[in-house]
């Protein structure tokens, strides 16, 4: 794989960085330098700082890849360092639009769970939403984890429209989940015409990070050597 080519992994919500454990642990086994990114999930604002803070620590060029609502997050920094964008079944609001404007464009799938602050003012994934929904493909022992790991997103992340979304300025992949219970299909495949990314559908859940880590490094892969070339 290229050299001076960094790849930071932004998590999605009710998510932390372990998420990326088997997608990391691929690269890192190819000789690729990889950082995931620690979103605080108190507010976009808060959320794309982070990601500042992580890239300012790297030397070279960033391939960015998020998750889910991170998909939002790196589209909105402004770091000269990135030079493509990856979706793992993320969204991507274009200006002017939320995170919650593109999420609840579709019907939801039936098993996808009611979602509302608690009485802190944050948004918790309900325990069993995680077999239900989140990663229907996983492991008993990987649910486990998921629910015990879980961080709470507050809705600043999602009420907040967006600036000029990065994708429109350098290339952008997108894994389009057909068997998303959290991210419709449609709606993952209209984001990714509007961004003209190059898409590549996968029979996957929400969480291929988690069930299916090879498809997300093959993608990643493909990004790392359009950046290269």
């Given at each position: 794989?290229?050299?001076?080519?960094?790849?930071?992994?932004?998590?999605?919500?009710?998510?932390?960085?372990?998420?990326?454990?088997?997608?990391?642990?691929?690269?890192?086994?190819?000789?690729?330098?990889?950082?995931?990114?620690?979103?605080?999930?108190?507010?976009?604002?808060?959320?794309?700082?982070?990601?500042?803070?992580?890239?300012?620590?790297?030397?070279?060029?960033?391939v960015l890849v998020a998750h889910a609502y991170a998909g939002a997050v790196i589209a909105e920094t402004r770091s000269k360092q990135v030079k493509a964008l990856v979706y793992v079944t993320a969204l991507a609001p274009d200006e002017g639009e939320t995170v919650a404007d593109v999420f609840?464009?579709?019907?939801?799938?039936?098993?996808?769970?009611?979602?509302?602050?608690?009485?802190?003012?944050?948004?918790?994934?309900?325990?069993?939403?995680?077999?239900?929904?989140?990663?229907?493909?996983?492991?008993?022992?990987?649910?486990?984890?998921?629910?015990?790991?879980?961080?709470?997103?507050?809705?600043?992340?999602?009420?907040?429209?967006?600036?000029?979304?990065?994708?429109?300025?350098?290339?952008?992949?997108?894994?389009?989940?057909?068997?998303?219970?959290?991210?419709?299909?449609?709606?993952?495949?209209?984001?990714?015409?509007?961004?003209?990314?190059?898409?590549?559908?996968?029979?996957?859940?929400?969480?291929?990070?988690?069930?299916?880590?090879?498809?997300?490094?093959?993608?990643?892969?493909?990004?790392?050597?359009?950046?290269?070339?």
């Amino acid at each position: 794989m290229a050299k001076n080519i960094n790849v930071v992994m932004a998590h999605g919500a009710w998510a932390d960085g372990s998420s990326w454990a088997r997608v990391i642990a691929a690269m890192k086994s190819e000789g690729i330098n990889v950082v995931a990114a620690p979103l605080p999930l108190t507010s976009l604002a808060d959320d794309v700082a982070a990601l500042d803070r992580s890239m300012a620590r790297l030397d070279g060029s960033v391939v960015l890849v998020a998750h889910a609502y991170a998909g939002a997050v790196i589209a909105e920094t402004r770091s000269k360092q990135v030079k493509a964008l990856v979706y793992v079944t993320a969204l991507a609001p274009d200006e002017g639009e939320t995170v919650a404007d593109v999420f609840y464009r579709a019907a939801s799938h039936p098993l996808a769970p009611k979602l509302a602050p608690d009485d802190n003012g944050l948004i918790w994934l309900p325990d069993e939403a995680f077999k239900n929904a989140f990663a229907q493909h996983a492991s008993a022992d990987d649910l486990a984890v998921l629910s015990a790991v879980q961080r709470p997103i507050s809705p600043a992340c999602i009420t907040v429209p967006v600036k000029r979304p990065l994708w429109k300025d350098v290339p952008s992949f997108f894994l389009l989940a057909e068997e998303d219970r959290m991210i419709p299909a449609e709606t993952q495949r209209f984001m990714a015409e509007r961004m003209k990314a190059k898409v590549s559908e996968q029979t996957v859940d929400h969480a291929p990070i988690v069930t299916a880590p090879h498809v997300v490094v093959e993608i990643v892969r493909e990004a790392i050597k359009s950046v290269a070339a």
